[in-house]
C-alpha cells in the first residue's frame, strides 16, 4: 500500500511557466490538501477538497487552482510561476474533512 | 484571525523529559493535532486533543485546556531520533488546520 504518492519529488522551474504537481492517494480518503511550507512560516493551506467534485480555497490560493475529478487524484496547477512560489509543497489526505491527516513524500519546487 | 504560538527551538539530554507548548487563538476550535516532522520528511500525525485532559500514547502525551487555549506534547525517555520538528495544529471548526510554525526539538547525547 503505498499511502499518498507526489510527482516529481522536485523540480527547477523557469518563471511564468505553467506546472502541475501531482497527488494519488489509495486509501480511498474523502479529504485531500495542498500545503506548502516555507522556513519560519509553517505549514500554509493552498486548497482543499472535502469530496470528490468539490474544492475550496485555503489560506494562500492565489496563483494555484486544484481539480477534483476523483477520489484519488488531486493535481496542483500553477498557472504562471513566479519566484515566491519556491517552495516545498505538501499533499496530504484524511478519511473525513477534520480527521487526523496523512501526508505525502512532498515536492521541492524552485522557480527561477 | 488565527495564530498559534509555539517555541521555535528546544534542545534536551537523551533520556530526559520535554515539554513542548502551544497556545492559540482561533476563530473557531475543533481539536488540536500535534505532528512530528523530521528534516526533509513529511510529518507524521502523533496525536488528537479534542477534550480537555491527558491524552497518552507510548512515550508521548499531549494535553489540551480549551478555556485556556493551551496544549502541551509531552516526551518521555528521549532518544535521538526524537530530534525533530513538532507542530502543533487547530482544526478551526471548518475542517481546515492552521499550522503553528513548529518546534524544533534537539536531542543531544
Known amino acids: 500500500i503505498a499511502g499518498i504518492t507526489q510527482a516529481p519529488t522536485s523540480q527547477i522551474l523557469a518563471a511564468g511557466r505553467r506546472m502541475t504537481l501531482r497527488c494519488t492517494q489509495d486509501m480511498r480518503h474523502n479529504a485531500m490538501y495542498w500545503y506548502r511550507q516555507d522556513l519560519g512560516l509553517g505549514l500554509r493551506l493552498i486548497h482543499y477538497?472535502?469530496?470528490?467534485?468539490?474544492?475550496g480555497k485555503g489560506e494562500v490560493p492565489d496563483g494555484y487552482s486544484v481539480s477534483r475529478a476523483n477520489t484519488d487524484d488531486f493535481p496542483l496547477t500553477l498557472a504562471s510561476a513566479v519566484p515566491s512560489q519556491t517552495s516545498v509543497y505538501f499533499c496530504a489526505s484524511s478519511g473525513l474533512a477534520g480527521d487526523e491527516q496523512y501526508f505525502g513524500p512532498g515536492t521541492r519546487l524552485t522557480v527561477t | 484571525g488565527q495564530n498559534i504560538d509555539q517555541p521555535t527551538e528546544m534542545t534536551a539530554t537523551e533520556g530526559a523529559i520535554v515539554q513542548i507548548n502551544c497556545t492559540y487563538q482561533t476563530s473557531g476550535f475543533n481539536g488540536l493535532f500535534w505532528y512530528q516532522q523530521h528534516a526533509g520528511e513529511a510529518p507524521t500525525f502523533l496525536s488528537y486533543n479534542v477534550l480537555d485532559g491527558l491524552e497518552e500514547k507510548g512515550r508521548f502525551s499531549s494535553f489540551l485546556s480549551r478555556s485556556k487555549g493551551y496544549s502541551y506534547l509531552l516526551l518521555k525517555e528521549l532518544q535521538m531520533k526524537d530530534s525533530a520538528s513538532y507542530l502543533c495544529?487547530?482544526?478551526?471548526?471548518?475542517?481546515?488546520?492552521?499550522f503553528g510554525t513548529g518546534t524544533r526539538l534537539l536531542v543531544s547525547p
Open positions: 477538497s472535502n469530496t470528490a467534485g468539490t474544492t
Open positions: 495544529a487547530v482544526n478551526t471548526g471548518f475542517q481546515k488546520l492552521v
